[in-house]
């Protein structure tokens, strides 16, 4: 059960943050109808404190010693534990806040008061942004109930909920706009030596380390490093057994993609079968196989991916949140069309083929079965102004010659 007819709930904006003025004054006015502002920053050299409580933030110093904060996680826990709302809500500097038409923070308090007592967290859109372009956009789960979570992982931190239910809830009336990966060349070029930096000093520590390897695929994914890419994907693999460790379901659509670009086309299969395996209901991973089977002409392996895609792809539709707090880049109406697209193609030259197999075999048939069958054919093709070569067609109708595939 949940709270209906109690008070709304308390939020507290938790933020971690170092030498971001530019993004603050972006940020911070997005975040202007809740109860408490946590700051913690760790060291700016600009304006960001000053700004950050120009705009009413509780601002706490927390300086790393070093010349790269070496820990995320610790920091994000710590924004959290100076929060005293009933909720938290994590916010980066690099994004900002948007409530759709006929949403508020009111709204959002409201409907955390009324949600079940053991749902500890939930999940919102958000929109990854580059070059003022939407690239991707997934569920997000960033609405915690206080106390209920840790951070772990020097960075690509992420939430673990160490009391109730981990299974977040949805809520549609916010959207966060995500700006960090809209970067010059030098910035990127910096973000990637520091990321790059702090997961080899992971794996250093603790050789291990299944996530650091993932992260690191990503990073070297992104910037088209393949062949290094192809590297740690093999060792992700060699630690996996190991260990028996599988850290996101993403990586085998990751590697499959890596492969693609390296021309692998046996190490791609191998990789996305495995996925499938293991989630065959991975909007990505069917994208992923009808993909292929255009890329080897393999009409069966592209009608399965398009037909598991298409029906997936409604799923998603209507639940927001069926893939999980992950990247999803497939969940668009491009990729539905792409599946479609080929999907009609392949169905339609399989048709054409069928079609010269009947006529082959007509002819070996009684004349008068022969003739119902091809008058069949061409009033179904006459309904659609198409004609099929070498078939009797009633030429008195307006028809269009269509290419035999």
């Not at 924004?79 to 900002?96: L, T």
């Not at 931190?157 to 966060?176: D, H, M, Q, R």
């Not at 990321?195 to 994914?221: G, V």
Request: glycine share 6%; aromatic share 12%.
């Amino acid at each position: 059960m949940g709270n209906t007819g109690q008070k709304p709930v308390t939020i507290s904006i938790c933020m971690m943050v170092k030498d971001e003025e530019s993004n603050l004054k972006r940020c911070l006015p997005s975040l202007k109808d809740f109860n408490e502002l946590i700051v913690v920053d760790t060291g700016s050299t600009d304006d960001t404190v000053s700004i950050a409580k120009s705009f009413g933030a509780k601002v706490f110093d927390h300086p790393f010693d070093g010349p790269i904060i070496d820990d995320f996680s610790k920091y994000r826990n710590l924004s959290m534990g100076y929060a005293s709302g009933d909720w938290v809500f994590i916010i980066d500097a690099d994004e900002e806040l948007f409530f759709k038409e006929n949403s508020s923070a009111s709204q959002l308090k409201k409907w955390l008061a009324d949600i079940p007592l053991d749902c500890m967290s939930a999940a919102v859109w958000l929109n990854d942004i580059q070059q003022n372009k939407k690239v991707m956009y997934f569920p997000s789960v960033r609405l915690f109930r206080r106390g209920s979570v840790k951070y772990d992982g020097i960075i690509h931190n992420a939430p673990k909920i160490i009391n109730g239910k981990a299974e977040a809830v949805f809520f549609p009336g916010i959207y966060i706009q995500h700006y960090g990966y809209d970067l010059s060349p030098e910035m990127q070029a910096k973000k990637r030596e520091r990321t790059e930096s702090l997961l080899l000093k992971r794996i250093q520590q603790n050789p291990d380390d299944i996530a650091a390897y993932f992260y690191l695929i990503q990073s070297y994914t992104a910037y088209g490093d393949y062949e290094k890419a192809a590297e740690y994907s093999e060792k992700y693999k060699k630690v996996s057994a190991k260990t028996g460790q599988k850290y996101n379901g993403s990586i085998y659509c990751t590697v499959f993609h890596i492969y693609r670009k390296i021309g692998d086309k046996q190490k791609a299969k191998d990789w996305l079968l495995e996925g499938l395996t293991a989630y065959p209901e991975d909007l990505d991973l069917l994208m992923a196989l009808t993909e292929f089977g255009v890329w080897t002409a393999d009409v069966n392996l592209l009608s399965k991916g398009a037909r598991g895609f298409i029906k997936t792809y409604s799923e998603y539709q209507k639940n927001p949140i069926a893939g999980g707090n992950k990247f999803v880049y497939s969940n668009s109406p491009e990729s539905l069309a792409y599946c479609l697209f080929h999907l009609t193609m392949a169905t339609f030259q399989e048709g054409c083929i069928l079609l010269d197999k009947l006529k082959e075999t007509l002819e070996k048939t009684e004349t008068e079965f022969k003739f119902g069958i091809t008058s069949d054919v061409n009033t179904i093709f006459g309904k659609f102004g198409l004609t099929k070569d070498d078939w009797d067609i009633d030429h008195n109708q307006p028809l269009k010659k269509v290419v035999n595939l």
